[in-house]
């Protein structure tokens, strides 16, 4: 079965955050998210869907997979996708191990494994060793607001919605307190906050932080590959480190736990390496005693991948999803979560097929 097509395809849904216009990403902020396909097509009639991360409409990423990534996937023979996603990383290894590169050889590696299921007839939970639940818990993400009168009124909103884990994105006492009284005993939270601090702030933080009892505390140091930085947060013992959605391989997570740097691992699966190098990481973590919860800021196929891996864990990790509601659904309102948890796709593959008719609508490149 060989891939005689290879495309990508870049849309962007607005959405509604109950709030201001989240972050800028070094662009104009704006209320949607992008997602980035990648399509590929076989001999055998197979189409399978990957996710490379994108934001603000990223012509330039899209451009940089084309000419750079999928080229040397046509032809290809589509059961191979190991040695595929080898070849691709070996070849293209100057051009960056962290970033765009490695954002398109993910979604390759991720539309093979769904061609893969498909071919097989079987979900691709099953092919990763089968599921250990057949749904998962879903915490709320959400988005930065930047004032009070909003995250709490957004925590309380999705407190109402079902979530019983919320992860925070402020940056500001204020409103991390507020947050997490509105939240009171019904919710468990979290605290992401993007790397702003150096290791001098986040101590001070990571003290003035820790009578709210966070689940855990993520990325509080900057930059995101400061690993002594964040292990000199985590040896207070204050907070539970999170960290690795800037990851680009299993050698960074490896990298981070040598330095003692964190105790939750979350690499993406549309920036880390795709499907395969979520499994090896996943088995790097059980043999270090780190835990397993995957990055998922995607709503395409990265999210519906997500799901199978996070299902295919003993530890059945909670999926990351952030809190929007979008104009229109991907995949028909299948992927979006029920009074907090989300049932795996049971059909081939990633069991969803995107919506011709919102990727027509909202495609633009
Ligand atoms: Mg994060």
């Known amino acids: 079965m060989k891939i005689i097509g290879a495309e990508t395809i870049l849309v962007s849904v607005p959405f509604e955050a109950g709030g201001i216009p989240p972050w800028s990403f070094g662009g104009d902020p704006k209320c949607a998210f992008d997602t980035l396909f990648v399509r590929l097509e076989t001999d055998s009639g197979l189409v399978g869907w990957g996710e490379a991360f994108s934001r603000n409409e990223d012509t330039a990423l899209k451009s940089l997979i084309d000419t750079r990534v999928l080229p040397l996937v046509v032809g290809r023979e589509a059961a191979e996708i190991a040695r595929i996603k080898f070849d691709l990383e070996f070849e293209l290894?100057?051009?960056?191990?962290?970033?765009?590169?490695?954002?398109?050889?993910?979604?390759?590696?991720?539309?093979?494994?769904?061609?893969?299921?498909?071919?097989?007839?079987?979900?691709?939970?099953?092919?990763?060793?089968?599921?250990?639940?057949?749904?998962?818990e879903v915490y709320a993400s959400l988005l930065r607001y930047g004032n009070v009168d909003?995250?709490?009124?957004i925590t309380r909103q999705a407190v109402e919605r079902g979530y019983r884990y919320i992860k925070l994105h402020e940056i500001t006492m204020p409103e991390i307190a507020a947050a997490c009284e509105a939240a009171g005993g019904d919710a468990v939270v979290m605290l992401d906050t993007n790397c702003p601090w150096s290791v001098e702030e986040a101590l001070r933080y990571d003290a003035e932080l820790a009578p709210l009892g966070l689940y855990w505390l993520e990325e509080p140091v900057w930059p995101p590959e400061n690993y002594r930085g964040l292990a000199r947060v985590r040896a207070t013992g204050r907070h539970r480190i999170a960290a690795g959605e800037n990851a680009g391989s299993l050698y960074d997570f490896v990298a981070m736990v040598d330095a003692g740097?964190?105790?939750i691992a979350q690499p993406d699966v549309a920036k880390t390496g795709g499907v395969t190098e979520l499994l090896k990481i996943?088995?790097?973590?059980?043999?270090?005693?780190?835990?397993?919860?995957?990055?998922?800021?995607?709503?395409?196929?990265?999210?519906?991948?997500?799901?199978?891996?996070?299902?295919?864990?003993?530890?059945?990790?909670?999926?990351?999803?952030?809190?929007?509601?979008?104009?229109a659904e991907l995949y028909g309102g299948a992927t979006l979560p029920v009074d907090g948890r989300l049932k795996v796709p049971q059909g081939p593959g990633l069991g969803l097929e995107p919506d011709p008719a919102v990727i027509e609508r909202y495609r633009v490149a």
């Open 93 to 136: 290894q100057n051009f960056g191990r962290v970033g765009p590169i490695v954002y398109g050889i993910s979604a390759v590696d991720t539309a093979l494994w769904d061609i893969r299921g498909k071919a097989c007839g079987e979900p691709l939970v099953n092919l990763l060793g089968g599921p250990f639940a057949g749904e998962l």
């Open 282 to 327: 996943a088995a790097f973590c059980d043999a270090a005693s780190i835990e397993y919860v995957p990055h998922c800021a995607l709503f395409g196929p990265g999210q519906v991948a997500t799901l199978h891996l996070n299902a295919a864990h003993r530890s059945t990790p909670m999926l990351e999803r952030l809190y929007c509601d979008f104009e």
């Open 261 to 263: 740097a964190i105790d």
């Open 150 to 153: 909003d995250v709490v009124r």
